[in-house]
């Protein structure tokens, strides 16, 4: 099959996907898990790690905005374009760890942002694909089931617009 543009992106790439559309490199929503480090990992790891027992979700947001602002430019293909942050969400569940809903004002791949979190910040975090849409994302972080029974009612938001996150089935505002 012949290579194909993405529309609006100027990018080409091969093949297509199971719905015939072509397929794309990337997401603009990604949920991202700080997960729980365990002490024996941070003593050992080869660059270091920190353990979560101390760290704020106000920590977690300003370490994700720096990512964004400065990604890491040894991680993946050189970027084009730099995409900003529009929106983000952060919780934390028990035992700590956090997951932030973040939406991008494109299409980018999550490495250069892991590793910055990585190398800067010493976060080890998990970067999940599987939402397309924010609110999929923030209806993780506020959806209690039988495995997470309790859930961060009070998730510490920030988006660029200073506004509210503007959800229909959520509505959070936090202080900057």
């Not at 932030?100 to 590793?115: E, I, M």
């Not at 999940?128 to 972080?141: E, I, K, P």
Request: proline share 8%; net charge positive; charged share 20%.
């Amino acid at each position: 099959m012949e290579p194909l543009l993405v529309v609006g992106s100027g990018r080409w790439v091969s093949g297509t996907g199971s719905s015939g559309r072509p397929k794309q490199r990337g997401r603009r929503v990604y949920l991202v898990t700080f997960g729980a480090v365990l002490e024996p990992s941070v003593l050992s790891a080869p660059r270091p790690l920190r353990a979560l027992g101390k760290v704020s979700r106000g920590e977690v947001r300003g370490a994700i905005l720096d990512c964004v602002v400065k990604p890491a430019a040894s991680a993946g293909r050189p970027r084009s374009s730099q995409a900003t942050l529009v929106k983000m969400a952060v919780f934390e569940e028990c035992p700590k760890h956090f997951h932030v809903a973040v939406d991008f004002s494109a299409v980018v791949r999550s490495l250069p942002y892991k590793t910055a979190l990585r190398d800067r910040h010493g976060f080890a975090t998990h970067w999940s694909a599987n939402h397309s849409m924010f609110w999929s994302a923030l209806r993780y972080g506020t959806t209690a089931t039988a495995h997470k029974p309790i859930v961060d009612a009070t998730p510490l938001t920030w988006t660029s617009s200073e506004q509210p996150i503007d959800c229909p089935l959520y509505t959070f505002t936090s202080p900057r």
